[in-house]
């Protein structure tokens, strides 16, 4: 009967897990953080003209943070599977809480950064010029050869 049971751990041993969970979750919430500095020599480098290089560099600082946020369950999935099985004391979710709090946070500024970006190189419509496609031109009715009043002298 004592065999089908896992050892129970000791208290000491339970705050160590957590402990190292803690510094795992957080060392995993960090990593965007790394990457955005790495994203933005690149993007510096890349400067504001439009080539291949550019495009494919700035459209990667946009889709990467976008991925990372949606894969969040993912990337913290075997933190939370680890710390349900041997600590049964400890709520995994209160261990996981900041660490992704702050890795959205961080892919957040990444993806604000590739925003800006884009917006440098002119590729996202943020002018009055980008959406004059949506302007209705009315159409003139009539037209005459005799200038208006304000203009005779």
């Not at 400890?90 to 925003?115: H, T, Y």
């Not at 002119?122 to 050869?145: F, G, Q």
């Amino acid at each position: 009967m004592s065999a089908s049971r896992p050892p129970a751990l000791t208290r000491a041993k339970q705050d160590q897990l957590t402990a190292k969970r803690k510094s795992m979750a957080m060392s995993i919430a960090m990593k965007p953080g790394q990457q955005i500095l790495m994203n933005a020599f690149m993007m510096y480098m890349s400067g504001n003209q439009l080539n291949i290089w550019s495009i494919t560099i700035t459209s990667s600082a946009v889709l990467s943070p976008l991925a990372g946020i949606l894969s969040l369950d993912r990337t913290f999935g075997h933190l939370e599977q680890s710390s349900n099985t041997s600590s049964p004391g400890s709520n995994a979710e209160d261990i996981l809480q900041m660490p992704k709090l702050l890795f959205i946070a961080l892919n957040l500024v990444w993806l604000a950064l590739g925003l800006y970006k884009m917006s440098t190189m002119r590729l996202l419509p943020i002018t009055s010029a980008d959406w004059t496609h949506r302007i209705v031109w009315k159409d003139m009715m009539e037209t005459t050869s005799i200038p208006p009043d304000s203009m005779i002298l």
